[in-house]
């Protein structure tokens, strides 16, 4: 850009804004040229929040526009007196119809004022990069590409993105089966995890160049250009053909909505939108996928986990021991590493470390070596790395109280499975850890058959009781004393199951049918609560051997599948 001449510039300017004055006056004098959608498209659009603003009269169809775009839309006229509230209520700008045109009378002057304002930001800038210019990197796929063998661990996901890479490679074949595949994925997970890692990965497998960009970059600057930037991205990507989009740090753009103080905050609304427009944008046979990245799923806006958005979330967990040892081999590998060096020891020493932390580990280790002026690397430096690692770690702390805090917490799950097995064998426990993911204290996650209509009142006794194990396993094996917060989730969960089967279901022996709230209830509830703890304590005694045997087991592993929880329990 600083290579042109101001004269040049000028022109530019003076035809720009000729551009701008002849389609604002198209979109004037076209009114009756708006794109019509139906009605239930419209009330769709004003739920998702992407409806800036509606003239509403008596005409047989309103006019409305959409944030992020300047086209005129029309749909029938419902004729409602409450539309204009629940509008309002949306936070929708309502305007008189025959002001409405007002608006479209502005868009010159507007889209003018636009373009001055970039221009002389453009100019002004002497690298000659505007807000516009979009920082995407584009990696493209050669030899050098990442694929799946680059990334250790993390089976699990691996195989929940397979099928999405045969999706980008061979997008026509799913179309012609009508089978919608997902346009994005949220890959959530502690940071260093490897998320960006795996989205590389999907990328590098199926062959398709990969757009990175981070949420962050779409905050804090001025309204409308993190939205400008979304749309230019996806431009980029559909130019591509077929591509991988990542976007790390979703959750810069797609927190929770919060009503209140600082509720509106337009800018990420407005890229918001664009990222769900761009993503409703694309047709099946397309062959892209949105993958973004968050340490936290919980706080995301539900917008965004919608069918036909980032509705496949997959979870990408800190690595168990054999996870470790996989990514340790994978980085000690073409580095010298001295014969008695046990990376299988390190890897029982790296409780709570991330890929990324191992990584870095053996990084520190090799620097150590050259540092010293030795060929190879040594136990001597690796263990110096160790300390390096978790000292610029808030992590390290944990690592110190781990061996007490991993009993604990192996009991803990360990009562969760015991009681799966022992009560509802007929429910899987597709894992057991006690590693700690995003969703919870423990690693453990209640599987309970999904598709069932009703649950009888043993059923949910059972249900219950399974919460309530880890907690009694804490009591009964630690004592009443050593009890600790990590039950928290799960006192929280039997509370709000034991309120339902109260005062919804009239499954209580004092209250039965008469499923009043207030006092007497909240009673009844304390009690049952109570009584199907008595019954979770009752089943750790009575198989306090098999559930040593799994924290035995779950101390040494970290991690335990279902065939090994049969066999322990067997
Ligand atoms: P995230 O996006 O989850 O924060 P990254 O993908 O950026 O994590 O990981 C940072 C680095 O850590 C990677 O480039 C890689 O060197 C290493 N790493 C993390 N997880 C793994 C893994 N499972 N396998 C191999 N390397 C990993
Ligand atoms: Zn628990």
Partial sequence: MEKLGKKKIVGIFVALALVAV?????????????QFVPYAQFAGWVDDGLVSQVGLGDAPVISFQLHN???????SNPRNPMLTQELLMAGVDVVEASNFAGIAGFL???????????????????????????????????????????????????????????????????????ARMPRGMIFYGPPGTGKTLMAKAVAGEAGVPF???????????????????????????????????FIDEIDAVGKTRTAGVNGGNDERDQTLNALLTEMSGFGSGEG???IAATNRLDTLDEALLRPGRFDRQVEIALP???????????????????????????????VFFSGAMLENLLNEAAINAAKAGKETIGQAEVDKAFYTVIAGSEKADRSGIMEQDKRITAY?????????????????VAKVTIIPSTKGAGGFCLNLPPDKLYYTKAELE???????????AEEVVFGTENVTTGASNDIQRVNALVKDYVTKYGMSQRLGLAITSGEKAEDVCAEEVGRLYGKACELVKRHKDKLSKIADALMEKESLNEDELDLLIA
């Fill in 412 to 428: 803990h799950e360990g009562g969760h499975a015991l009681a799966t097995k022992l009560l509802s064998p007929e429910n899987s």
């Fill in 288 to 290: 892209i996928v949105v």
């Fill in 320 to 350: 168990d021991l054999a996870g470790r040892q996989d990514i340790l081999n994978t980085y000690a590998h073409g580095k010298p590493m001295e014969k008695d060096v046990n990376l299988h020891s390190l890897a029982k020493q790296t």
């Fill in 108 to 178: 010159p002057l507007v889209i003018f004022g636009g373009v001055f304002f970039f221009a002389f930001r453009a100019i002004s800038k002497n690298n000659g990069r505007g807000a516009m210019a979009m920082n995407v990197s584009a990696v493209n796929t050669g030899e050098t590409a990442v694929n799946f063998a680059a990334v250790a661990g993390n089976v699990e996901a691996k195989d929940m993105v397979a099928d999405v890479v045969d999706f980008i490679k061979n997008p026509d074949k799913y179309a012609r089966y009508g």
């Fill in 462 to 472: 059972r249900q219950a009781i399974t919460l309530l194990a880890g907690r009694a």
């Fill in 211 to 245: 757009y990175a960009v981070s949420g962050s970059d779409f905050v804090q600057m001025y309204v409308g250009v993190g939205a400008s930037r979304v749309r230019e991205l996806f431009k980029k990507a559909r130019e591509a053909g077929r591509a991988v989009i």
């Fill in 69 to 75: 775009s300047e086209n005129l839309y029309e749909t």
């Fill in 22 to 34: 002849v389609i604002g006056a198209f979109v004037l004098n076209n009114g009756g040229d708006a």
